[in-house]
């Protein structure tokens, strides 16, 4: 079985910064594509910052210019980078992940259990 843990998140006063990190673990070939989402209370869950394997990256324009997503694929690792924080970035973040398990297999899509990200003073 394959599990996505992320870490990093917390309380931050508006304008401050984190970083989230997402460690890959268990039965892995390779991992094709990762994402973070992010959901608030009432609110659909959302695609944040995504990451091909070949390091190719989108961003939702509301963090454009503020988050940064990068992986370390030797380490299995994804990272979000989050500058400048702003109330409304206030949510739980997921980990997200498109993994081959083994040889000639179809990719899997992950999920990690979530880190909440306060953004308040």
């Known amino acids: 079985q394959v599990q996505l843990v992320e870490s990093g998140g917390g309380l931050v006063q508006p304008g401050g910064s984190l970083r989230l990190s997402c460690v890959a673990s268990g039965t892995i070939f390779i991992i094709y594509g990762m994402g973070w989402y992010r959901q608030a209370p009432g609110k659909q869950r959302e695609l944040v910052a995504s990451?091909?394997?070949?390091?190719?990256?989108t961003y939702v324009d509301s963090v454009k210019g503020r988050f940064t997503i990068s992986r370390d694929n030797a380490k299995k690792t994804m990272y979000l980078q989050m500058n400048s924080l702003k109330p409304e970035d206030t949510a739980v973040y997921y980990c997200?992940?498109?993994?081959?398990?083994?040889?000639?297999?179809?990719?899997?899509?992950?999920w990690g259990e979530g880190a909440l990200v306060t953004v308040s003073s």
């Open positions: 990451v091909t394997n070949g390091g190719a990256t």
């Open positions: 997200n992940a498109d993994v081959v398990v083994a040889v000639m297999a179809d990719p899997i899509n992950f």
